[in-house]
């Protein structure tokens, strides 16, 4: 079975300073994984995935993410934060390509001026 | 591009009734929709895939005659939470995807529903 973990339920970062989420998974196969933004009372945005190929992943709104297999982590990052980053990350992965979606269970990004 | 509408995005209604959510990708072929469940401040949940014309396949534990879902186009699909309960209040979310399976998910705004 696949399962994600974020740790972390809240991470509070200064305007301008470095963002950094965690996301570690588990699959029995080579999964396809994800990370989405959600604001409140809104439906999931799609950051950035991971399908094949690279492992360092760029996605919208300044984000990347890098695939360690060895450590089956896909942590995301941006270099500095702005405040209208503040929202729910979830990170996901799916054993099936793009369906049966596994989410974690999010983490909410506090950006302080 | 890959717009997904939700509708209506708040309701609220008396226990007992059954409350009808529409889920609509404005500018792609839908072949699948899913539709998720989120209780506060947790993780969305898969409840169902389903596969336009064809039955929706449910996850385990979710009850098929509780919530009815309909994909009857390849742009509509509806979700029904029938004889609603206080215990059914929840954020509902349903996205979409074109393709075999090859795309991603597309998101729509969300359903809270609050039933009193």
């Known amino acids: 079975a696949q399962s994600v973990t974020q740790l972390g339920s809240h991470v509070s970062v200064s305007e301008g300073a470095l963002v950094l989420l965690r996301c570690n998974y588990s699959?029995?196969?080579?999964?396809?994984l994800f990370w989405y933004v959600q604001y409140p009372n809104q439906g999931l945005q799609l950051l950035l995935k991971y399908t094949t190929g690279a492992t360092l992943v760029k996605g919208i709104n300044g984000f990347e993410a890098e695939f360690k297999k060895s450590e089956t982590s896909f942590h995301l990052t941006k270099p500095s934060a702005h405040m209208s980053d503040a929202a729910e990350y979830f990170c996901a992965v799916s054993p099936t390509g793009f369906q049966k979606l596994v989410f974690g269970t999010g983490t909410r990004l506090l950006v302080s001026p | 591009g890959a717009v997904v509408s939700q509708h209506p995005s708040r309701v609220i209604c008396k226990s007992g009734t059954s409350v009808k959510i529409e889920c609509r990708s404005l500018?792609?072929?839908?072949?699948?929709m899913f539709w998720y469940r989120q209780f506060p401040k947790q993780s969305l949940m898969l409840m169902a895939t389903s596969n336009e014309g064809s039955k929706a396949t449910y996850e385990q534990g979710v009850e098929k005659d509780k919530f009815l879902i309909n994909h009857a186009s390849l742009t509509l699909s509806t979700l029904t939470v029938t004889s609603a309960h206080p215990e059914d209040s929840s954020f509902y979310i349903c996205?979409?995807?074109?393709?075999?399976?090859?795309?991603?998910?597309?998101f729509g705004d969300g359903t809270r529903l609050s039933i009193l």
């Open positions: 699959s029995s196969v080579p999964p396809y």
């Open positions: 500018d792609f072929q839908a072949t699948t």
């Open positions: 996205s979409a995807q074109t393709g075999q399976g090859d795309q991603p998910q597309h």
